[in-house]
């Protein structure tokens, strides 16, 4: 090999060595900040996560209430039903009364549409001394 041969060849290989070292000074100079953009958002992360752990606490403590307050209630209503004493079959209502109601409660909605049972207008109907017509009202 002459001389201008060797000289190329360590030329060369000094260029393509301070390229690789350029190449490592600058990802070295990338991870830098890269470290220092995590650390930054880690940072955030701490303190976002501080408040996220005041508000579940804060929500935990409230469901606990709330379930509390649901399963007194429940139970609550599962006792008082548990020790009513069963109805009698005797306390209902009779038939005839109960017929007595429906046509009442029919009459009496009739007569407040304005309408007597007969087709004839509320005021043709026999006024009684108060004033009142004799058909009775709900509201009576």
Do not use: W
């Amino acid at each position: 090999m002459s001389n201008m041969a060797i000289i190329i060849s360590i030329v060369v290989g000094a260029f393509v060595l301070g390229c690789l070292n350029g190449y490592a000074i600058k990802d070295g100079a990338s991870k830098a900040a890269a470290a220092k953009a995590f650390k930054a958002a880690e940072g955030q992360r701490i303190v976002l996560q501080g408040q996220l752990d005041v508000v579940s606490a804060k929500y935990e403590k409230e469901r606990e209430r709330s379930t509390r307050l649901a399963m007194a209630r429940t139970n609550t209503v599962r006792e008082f039903y548990r020790t009513a004493p069963p109805v009698d079959a005797s306390c209902a209502v009779p038939d005839p009364m109960y017929g007595l109601l429906v046509n009442s409660v029919r009459d009496a909605n009739v007569a407040a549409s304005g309408e007597l049972g007969d087709g004839l207008p509320k005021s043709a109907a026999p006024a009684v001394a108060s004033g009142r017509s004799r058909t009775p009202h709900l509201g009576d």
